[in-house]
């Protein structure tokens, strides 16, 4: 199936069969830092333009029907960072779901946070919570944001439940349920932006067979024509799982 009004400006949608869309999209948000360097601007603003790039794909992502859209905002490690830097972050996350609090059941988006939340600030917590409940309810697309999230941190802490539960049955299904992840399809497709070929320590127990797509462009320049782009190398890729084509 082919929505021929999304292509009015050439903006690549003819390439992308949006009857065959992946399921799960997940985004490695990166290059904030750079493009703000780029501009003698401070950092901080990077992260401002990179939240708007979030509003307006997420939003574009529920448009298309994607189920799943994952992306990183923080990382375990990115506590190393200066402590105004990780401050604005926090603020922008802080703005963005008091915002979301107020449109989310409007737009049938549900919101769930993947990572460990109890090093984050109480109102942001609250705010986590609220949106949380709100979800509860709802049916849509599913954003989720990687927030003080570690792949190999999620590990432990899945394997550590499993512990704490006398869980003797360890196996492939058992440690999945337990990861921050449970319930959500493995993502078919990682887009990483910023010219960075590495995952960073993002969705290492899920992403065993997702197809990966690196560009250069920085995130805050990200656009729905570089989302159609990743889309169609997307619906290119041979996904074998090991197996052989008939
Ligand atoms: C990604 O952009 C945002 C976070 C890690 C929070 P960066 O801040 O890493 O931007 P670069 O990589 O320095 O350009
Ligand atoms: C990965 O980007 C984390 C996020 C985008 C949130 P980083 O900028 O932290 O990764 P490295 O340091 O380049 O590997
Ligand atoms: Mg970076």
């Not at 994952?70 to 603020?91: C, G, H, L, Q």
């Not at 409007?106 to 409940?133: Q, S, W, Y």
């Not at 990682?190 to 320590?201: D, Y």
Request: hydrophobic residues 40%; charged residues 25%.
């Amino acid at each position: 199936m082919r929505f021929p009004f999304f292509g009015k400006k050439d903006d690549g949608a003819g390439q992308v069969d949006f009857g065959h869309l992946p399921r799960h999209i997940a985004v490695i948000m990166d290059g904030n830092g750079r493009w703000a360097r780029r501009r003698g601007l401070p950092r901080s603003a990077g992260h401002k333009a990179g939240a708007e790039t979030f509003r307006t794909i997420a939003t574009y992502c529920r448009e298309i029907g994607l189920d799943y859209l994952t992306v990183y905002a923080f990382s375990t490690e990115n506590w190393k960072r200066p402590p105004e830097e990780v401050e604005a972050i926090m603020d922008l996350l802080a703005r963005y779901l008091q915002e979301a609090i107020e449109t989310m059941a409007r737009d049938n988006v549900r919101l769930k946070f993947l990572g460990d939340m109890t090093p984050l600030r109480p109102d942001l917590r609250a705010l986590i919570d609220e949106t949380n409940r709100i979800s509860a309810g709802l049916d849509g697309c599913q954003a989720n944001i990687c927030l003080n999230y570690g792949g190999r941190d999620e590990i432990v802490h899945a394997v550590s439940e499993l512990v704490r539960l006398g869980e003797t049955d360890i196996n492939e299904d058992t440690i999945a349920a337990h990861l921050y992840t449970a319930g959500i399809p493995d993502p078919d497709l990682i887009i990483r932006p910023s010219g960075e070929l590495r995952l960073s320590n993002f969705l290492l127990w899920q992403c065993a067979y997702s197809e990966f797509y690196f560009t250069n462009v920085l995130w805050p320049d990200f656009s729905k024509e570089e989302l159609h782009r990743a889309i169609a190398a997307y619906q290119q890729r041979d996904r074998r799982y090991g197996g052989v084509k008939k």
